[in-house]
């Protein structure tokens, strides 16, 4: 189970409707029913600027032969996000902000099928730490095809980054660049239970969608090289840049499933031809597995990832730096402006701004985590432990402007932090509703903290785009309680 199950807000409608046949499609459409459903949920996060937190949620949806749809709009008063604008004393509206958490079609026909708009998303593995997308499940505006047959898959996914944006920064004057990503996977069965397969993944800027990147086959790592090269009357510049990795998952019979994926961008051979570049290797990589018992679903998840994995490569010359903003993240600063005048800037999170691995760069992660249902209860608890040195999703080489010269990098900070995290969830159905309770605890020594770059720089980029880094001392408590529940109604 995905770990975005940990959240009341985010809990799903889910229904089953009987696949048509081509005999008797209008007597099994006729089974297709809307859902709707709303739901409730309010609490404490220590987190939040004013402690307390609620939210409540509208959503529709509809699942059948050929077609899906989904909608979801919910209503936050975490003060994560600026309040929504209001006729009212104050120009708000009490505080809250609006959320538009889902709000697309699906299309499917034998082995082919399309799913477009606004909703969550995930890797090919099942894992809280996949690397292509974040384990978190975060909601963006994409497209993926996918075709599936008894030996091969693959898929396409074209995620919108920023398009039109008004955040303003302090290194993003007139708002982010337009951007946008593309990530393939090609893949195999070696067997019904076992599947192995390539990945690789392209960021772009200047543009929100790329056709070629989404409708060809061919591997983005070749793509990026054909387009930008100078030299033809089709290059489309540098303005890009490519990851590339493998997976492997493995469902067996007797209750065990393991999977592992890897996912690199830069490497060096200067271990084997000295005078070679000696530039870090970007790689990070994550394995783990369950294993069902008769106490329960056991889960156990590994993940890390070197220094600067995730950063662009260069943002050193001031009048193309802004060009250069592809790292693999949602968007390409980490503030954004919290007001209009954009006076109040407020951070991006680390696991909020990863396109990819939830923690992002120069990490290593433990997971453990148990499911079962006891007396008609969905109980689940985990315990992960984080070691992270900084951490800089946007600005590359963190406080440098060019990389170190010297190796690949990993947790080799004076100051690292170090981070316990327990948690547990409990909910029960009673007929069309669902109730629940979350709890989420622990503690941050030497916690990260958002700080300005050090060294000057030579553009806005370098200058103005902030890194996140331990700071000594500064322990967090982290607590979270929420309870809540929704109520389905099937429409007919």
């Known amino acids: 189970m995905r770990c975005s199950l940990c959240s009341l807000t985010a809990i799903a409608l889910l229904f089953s409707i009987t696949p048509i046949s081509a005999q008797g499609t209008a007597q099994d459409l006729s089974k297709s029913s809307p859902v709707v459903s709303v739901g409730a949920d309010a609490g404490y996060d220590s987190s939040s600027e004013n402690g307390a937190v609620g939210s409540i949620f509208f959503a529709l949806g509809l699942k059948s032969a050929y077609f899906d749809l989904g909608a979801k709009l919910s209503l ?90 008004a955040a303003v920064t302090a290194a993003w004057p007139q708002g982010y660049i337009d951007r946008g990503a593309n990530i393939k996977t090609y893949g195999f069965k070696l067997n019904p239970s076992m599947r192995l397969g390539f990945q690789d993944s392209a960021v772009y800027t200047g543009r929100n969608f790329d056709y070629e990147y989404f409708l060809s086959p061919i591997p983005q790592y070749f793509l990026q090289y054909a387009k930008t090269n100078e030299g033809r009357p089709w290059t489309t510049g540098g303005n890009e840049g490519n990851m590339i990795g493998a997976f492997w998952d493995w469902e067996r019979s007797d209750g065990i499933s393991l999977n592992a994926q890897v996912l690199m961008d830069d490497f060096n051979i200067h271990f084997i031809a000295p005078d070679t570049p000696w530039q870090p290797w970007k790689l990070a990589w994550t394995f783990g597995g369950r294993a069902r018992t008769s106490l329960g679903n056991f889960g156990f998840y590994h993940a890390g990832a070197t220094k600067y994995t995730f950063e662009p490569i260069s943002m050193k010359d001031p009048a193309n730096w802004e060009g250069k903003a592809y790292g693999y993240t949602y968007y390409p600063d980490t503030r954004f402006n919290y007001d209009d005048a954009g006076a ?24 453990g985590d148990w499911r079962n249902s006891l007396s008609g209860f969905d109980l689940m608890a985990a315990l992960e432990f984080r070691l992270m040195g900084s951490n ?20 080799d900070d004076a100051v690292l932090e170090k981070r316990f995290l327990a948690s547990f969830d409990a909910s029960r159905q009673f007929g069309n509703w669902r109730l629940g309770l979350m709890l989420k605890g622990g503690v941050a020594f030497d916690a990260l903290e958002l700080r300005e770059p050090t060294e000057g720089g030579t553009s806005d980029g370098d200058k103005y785009i902030w890194l996140y880094a331990p700071k000594k001392g500064n322990t ?17």
């Open 476 to 492: 967090i408590p982290i607590f979270r309680l929420t309870i809540g529940g929704s109520y389905a109604w099937k429409m007919r």
């Open 76 to 165: 936050q008063s975490n003060s994560k996000y600026a309040p929504a604008e209001a006729n009212l004393p104050g120009k708000e509206f009490f505080g809250l902000y609006f959320l538009m958490e889902e709000g697309d079609l699906g299309f499917h026909a034998g082995p082919l099928a399309l799913k477009a708009g606004r909703f969550a998303h995930y890797d090919v593995i099942d894992s809280p730490y996949s690397l292509f997308v974040n384990g978190m499940g975060q909601t963006a505006l994409l497209a993926n095809l996918r075709y599936e047959d008894d030996f091969f898959f693959y898929e396409t996914r074209w995620v919108e980054l920023n398009h039109r944006s």
């Open 344 to 367: 109040d800037l407020r951070e991006i999170s680390i696991e909020d701004n990863a396109l990819g691995y939830i923690y992002g760069e120069n990490n290593i992660a433990f997971r």
């Open 392 to 411: 800089s999703p946007a600005n590359p080489w963190q406080d440098s402007d060019y990389h170190p010269g010297d190796g690949s990098h990993l947790l």
